[in-house]
């Protein structure tokens, strides 16, 4: 399938132009149209229309665009449908912008390899290998090791020379810089969640060191209670440890004194005089 056999390009004033699906009644066919990427601005106009500017200056241009065609039978009748990625030159000549629709194949400079990919079935994205680099706008390529640059626009420009490759490699690490640079702030931002909810938890705060306070208070004077308690019994303790040792050094005399009497009384009992009786031999 050709463009020209679904769009229509058309030029307008200081540089304008227009890409729209042909109406359904003249091939029934529809088109609806994505822009993948472009080197000069262009915005969707209206369903299936898309509006560019060419700005002054500028001699030439590219436009990449998918195309979801909805196909009918020569009765009317839905068939299926197709999808078409083109690429679009845009050209100035003279007074007049021209959009190229026609046979001709646009051709990429040497060594580059423009595609357009697909993510999920559903996300479709248009893709550059230059040697052994691949440039691509789609946040997923990097799990395939592919370099992420900010959007397909860049390609387009790098594809007519308005940038080189170092500015597009440039282009990329800026890309990871700014992702470094949101993951710190989405790190930041859950910091700070965190931080809120701890504040509004302390939001009763002294309420609760007044509580603590006076379960120390509280605590204080029954330790000081205790204390005096303890002194109470310590004194007591040595009191009686006192009486003890009295105690054990006066029986200790006693002792002495009445080993001392049964001594004495031995000496008695040796010393006592003979009676008579006990001095006749029978």
Same mark, same amino acid.
């Given at each position: 399938m050709r463009p020209r056999d679904i769009l229509v390009a058309r030029a307008g004033s200081d540089g304008g132009f227009t890409i729209e699906a042909r109406p359904v009644e003249v091939n029934r066919h529809y088109a609806a149209l994505d822009i993948l990427g472009a080197s000069v601005p262009?915005? $969707?106009? +209206?369903? +299936?229309? /898309?509006?560019?500017?060419?700005?002054?200056?500028?001699?030439?241009? /590219?436009?990449?665009?998918?195309?979801?065609?909805?196909?009918?039978?020569?009765?009317?009748?839905?068939?299926?449908? $197709?999808?078409?990625?083109? %690429? %679009?030159?845009?050209?100035?000549r003279g007074q007049v912008i021209v959009v190229e629709m026609g046979d001709? /194949?646009? /051709?990429?400079?040497a060594g580059v390899l423009p595609s357009v990919a697909t993510y999920d079935f559903t996300e479709h994205c248009l893709e550059l290998r230059v040697r052994e680099e691949i440039f691509t706008p789609n946040p997923k390529g990097a799990e395939e090791g592919k370099r992420v640059i900010e959007n397909g626009n860049l390609l387009c420009r790098f594809l007519v020379g308005d940038i080189t490759l170092d500015e597009l490699r440039a282009s990329a690490t800026e890309v990871i810089r700014k992702k470094g640079l949101d993951e710190k702030y989405q790190e930041l931002l859950g910091r700070n969640r965190d931080l809120q909810i701890q504040l509004e938890g302390m939001s009763d705060l002294p309420g609760q060191l007044a509580y603590v306070k006076n379960i120390l208070t509280t605590s204080l004077g029954s330790l000081g209670q205790i204390e005096q308690e303890l002194q109470a019994q310590t004194d007591e303790l040595l009191s009686l440890r006192d009486c003890v040792a009295r105690i054990s050094k006066w029986a200790g005399k006693w002792w002495s004194l009445l080993w001392n009497l049964k001594e004495l009384r031995d000496i008695l009992e040796r010393n006592k005089p003979k009676t008579e009786t006990e001095g006749i031999e029978v």
């Open positions: 262009i915005s $969707q106009a +209206g369903e +299936g229309k /898309l509006f560019g500017f060419l700005p002054e200056g500028c001699e030439k241009g /590219l436009v990449v665009i998918r195309a979801s065609v909805k196909v009918y039978s020569a009765s009317g009748k839905f068939e299926k449908w $197709q999808y078409e990625n083109w %690429f %679009f030159p845009v050209e100035r001709a /194949l646009w /051709l990429a400079p």
